[in-house]
């Protein structure tokens, strides 16, 4: 991600001219002094870049803790408060996001078929980790419809992320089999990553 400040949002395409072989993204300690955080010790290099992904060191922290930490860029909604994905962390590792959803307007069965190599639909935390760090990064909004992540509430709803307007950050669910233009599926690779020497 770009370090300089921006004041417009950044459109996925222009998201993804943006990664090309000479991106380098944010060092994993620049994205724990972003976020406030402690660390991170010994992380491995980054990753060859792929072209229409961005990227990012995840540092693992919450929703939850993005939310309290950063009120103002999300949407208020109070199911939030009590959902147990919203809780979740993760060890701290590379990830590489595609930049533009899979299959709008399309069943979610129909969009996981296109997944390609070892991708996976992206976990709520991952994706609003990234939208964030971008934010954070550039000054500006990643735009963005509505993405299916892998998080299934124990209503059988899948968490969808977006949009990401100046009202905030939206968080919702939606079935499985709703068709919408506006609804897309997250995709996400995380290298296997080797510790520097």
């Keep these: ?7 417009k949002a950044t459109t996925s395409r222009e998201a ?3 990664e090309g072989p000479n991106h380098t993204p944010l060092s994993p300690k620049e994205v724990h002094e ?5 660390g991170p010790y010994d992380p491995p290099p980054a990753p060859m870049s792929l072209v229409g992904y961005a990227t990012f060191w ?14 103002s860029l999300f949407y208020p909604n109070d199911f939030l408060d009590k959902a147990r994905f919203a809780r979740e962390t993760d060890a701290w590792k590379w990830r590489q996001i595609r930049l533009t959803p899979i299959e709008p307007g399309k069943p979610f069965a129909e969009q996981q078929a296109r997944l390609t190599n070892a991708d996976t639909p992206a976990a709520a935390r991952e994706l609003v ?24 509430l124990p209503s059988k709803k899948r968490v969808i992320v977006g949009p990401f307007s100046p009202f905030g950050l939206d968080i919702g669910t939606v079935s499985d089999g709703w068709e919408s233009p506006g609804v897309g599926l997250s995709a996400i690779f995380t290298p296997r990553g080797k510790r520097a020497p």
Excluded at 1 to 7: G, L, T
Excluded at 34 to 38: N, S, V
């Design 1 to 7: 991600m770009p370090k300089a400040r921006v004041k």
């Design 16 to 18: 993804e001219k943006a």
């Design 34 to 38: 972003l976020f406030g955080l402690p």
């Design 58 to 71: 995840d540092c693992g922290v919450s929703i939850e803790r993005l939310r309290e930490k950063h009120r």
């Design 129 to 152: 980790t990234f939208l964030v760090l971008h934010f954070l990064a550039t000054g500006g909004r990643f735009e963005m419809d509505r993405w299916r992540c892998l998080d299934i």
